[in-house]
């Protein structure tokens, strides 16, 4: 069965953190890449972070780079992103994502999501 649950989410004050989990089933995390994306009100939803696994590639867009770092545990099948600095730009849904080799940073290109955890920063 594949399945992405995220937990972890929350309100915060600017210049805080967060540290918010991913557990994928095992038929998910050991054959993809694993990411994260976030959805503001009215925006579309975006990239943030991306973990190729095996590959050893992680990349992130610019607006979180030096701030958030995204890992995975492959022995207990979860993927975490620890988020430092975080501004009320920040302020989304964040989501959880797999594809086969290699995140796509356009959504549409990626089968797999979780239901999303809100991360809501105060200035």
């Known amino acids: 069965q594949v399945q992405l649950v995220e937990s972890g989410g929350g309100l915060v004050q600017a210049g805080g953190s967060l540290r918010l989990s991913c557990a994928a089933s095992?038929?998910?995390?050991?054959?993809?890449?694993m990411g994260w994306f976030r959805q503001a009100p009215g925006k579309e939803r975006e990239f943030v972070a991306a973990?190729?696994?095996?590959?050893?590639?992680?990349y992130y867009t610019d607006s979180v780079k030096g701030r958030f770092t995204i890992s995975r545990d492959n022995a207990k099948n979860m993927v975490y992103l620890q988020m430092n600095s975080l501004k009320p730009e920040d302020t989304a849904v964040y989501y959880c994502?797999?594809?086969?080799?290699?995140?796509?940073?356009?959504?549409?290109?990626?089968?797999?999501w979780g239901q999303g955890t809100q991360v809501t920063v105060s200035s």
């Open positions: 994502t797999a594809r086969r080799l290699v995140i796509a940073r356009n959504h549409r290109d990626n089968p797999y």
């Open positions: 973990d190729s696994g095996s590959k050893g590639v992680i």
């Open positions: 095992r038929s998910i995390f050991s054959s993809n890449a």
